[in-house]
């Protein structure tokens, strides 16, 4: 099964901080193939320049990839901004991304705290 991680479920595995994800996420995150949309390696950048964290995106990605076999998603961007047409929910072009990667890749699983996530994927998890 493959289960998509969300920019703060990325950075919480990074710092080794799982107890903040969901007793449902932590299920998906050991049992399921994990990606991440290219789109959370970008916010992931934009935080760093914000210095909201520490470690820019590739060295993070690295890091997931080594310790819990984290992967990018190659899905083809025509295809994920086709599913992101439909998602009027939101203006913020990074929820709209991820979601949308999850939705073009059979309706995969999505960890994510955003309750606005949430109420509008109904594969995600917390």
């Given at each position: 099964m493959i289960t998509y991680l969300d920019t703060n479920v990325a950075v919480w595995l990074a710092e080794g901080n799982r107890q903040r994800i969901g007793l449902a996420g932590r299920g998906r995150i050991e049992s399921?193939?994990?990606l991440l949309s290219p789109m959370v390696l970008m916010e992931l950048e934009?935080?760093?320049e914000i210095q909201r964290i520490l470690l820019p995106a590739r060295d993070l990605l690295t890091k997931l990839a080594h310790e819990i076999g984290v992967r990018v998603c190659g899905l083809d961007?025509?295809?994920i901004v086709d599913a992101a047409l439909d998602e009027k929910w939101t203006r913020d072009p990074f929820?709209?991304?991820i979601v949308a990667q999850a939705k073009a890749n059979g309706?995969?699983?999505l960890v994510s705290a955003d309750t606005?996530?949430?109420s509008h994927y109904p594969r995600t998890v917390w």
């Open positions: 399921d193939d994990l934009y935080l760093l961007f025509p295809s929820d709209r991304i309706l995969a699983w606005e996530i949430q």
